[in-house]
């Protein structure tokens, strides 16, 4: 019952991982496993609330952080578990703003995941949706991350977060990434809400820059065809999308942008 995998988990931390409440108290009530490893993050992750509750009775700490810089609430919100992040909060000891790895909090793995139920109890009881990461990644970064433009939408008509906000290495507004992964429905209601398109990043790179650099065919047209930024632009580097695209070694979006007038040199 010592044994442990590569990953130093043991029996207990698998059942967790099942979510067998049965088997789980079998395992601590007979062999007393320390409640205080990992095992509470990958309950609340994983669920059932029963799991956590029981692993809560038997002395697991709700506020002690994981080996993976978490905390319970963080794995919940990650895992859409909201019957356990609604027990989590109201053990009235989780700061609901609690910064885990990178500075990350429970409202933007919500967010990230595009846990929408989650993501609005977080809300109603009263998380902070103007916090950023260690990097300056905003909430807006990261319901950009989830990929759900329902959620984008959410953020940008409730105000939460400044539209043109920057995070990231390359201070890079939510537009430069929605240019940059080629997710025009994205980048197309960001426009629409008010983004600005002519602001650059740290490397001096607007949405075309960026948009070629993800080689998009269809992300460069639409910009092209909506006229969002000078196409002979050149970035700190003195590089135009063409020379990107060149760089990149993407064939056909540099002979397009060179026969739309993108400079060559």
Request: include cysteine; glycine fraction near 10%; aromatic fraction near 6%.
């Amino acid at each position: 019952m010592s044994q442990v995998d590569n990953d130093c988990e043991n029996t207990l931390h698998w059942a967790c991982k099942g979510g067998h409440e049965g088997i789980i108290k079998c395992l601590v009530r007979h062999y007393g496993f320390d409640m205080n490893l990992s095992l509470l993050n990958e309950a609340a992750y994983r669920g059932p609330r029963d799991v956590v509750e029981f692993l809560v009775c038997m002395g697991a700490n709700v506020s002690q952080v994981g080996p993976d810089r978490n905390y319970p609430l963080h794995c919940a919100s990650k895992g859409g578990q909201l019957d356990t992040v609604k027990y989590l909060v109201l053990q009235c000891t989780v700061d609901i703003n609690s910064r885990g790895a990178h500075g990350i909090t429970p409202l933007m793995w919500a967010a990230s995941m595009a846990q929408r139920d989650v993501f609005d109890f977080l809300m109603s009881v009263g998380a902070n949706s103007s916090c950023v990461d260690i990097f300056g990644n905003s909430l807006l970064h990261y319901a950009f991350r989830g990929g759900s433009a329902d959620m984008i939408q959410r953020i940008i008509s409730q105000d939460m977060v400044d539209i043109n906000i920057r995070g990231g290495i390359f201070r890079r507004t939510t537009l430069m990434d929605a240019a940059r992964g080629g997710k025009l429905k994205i980048l197309a209601l960001l426009v629409n809400k008010g983004a600005l398109t002519h602001l650059v990043d740290n490397k001096g790179r607007n949405i075309l820059h960026i948009a070629t650099t993800g080689g998009s065919m269809e992300m460069v047209k639409y910009i092209l065809s909506k006229n969002l930024t000078d196409i002979k632009a050149r970035d700190k580097d003195g590089k135009t999308a063409a020379m990107l695209a060149n760089d990149c070694g993407f064939v056909r979006l540099n002979t397009f942008l060179v026969l739309r007038g993108s400079p060559e040199k």
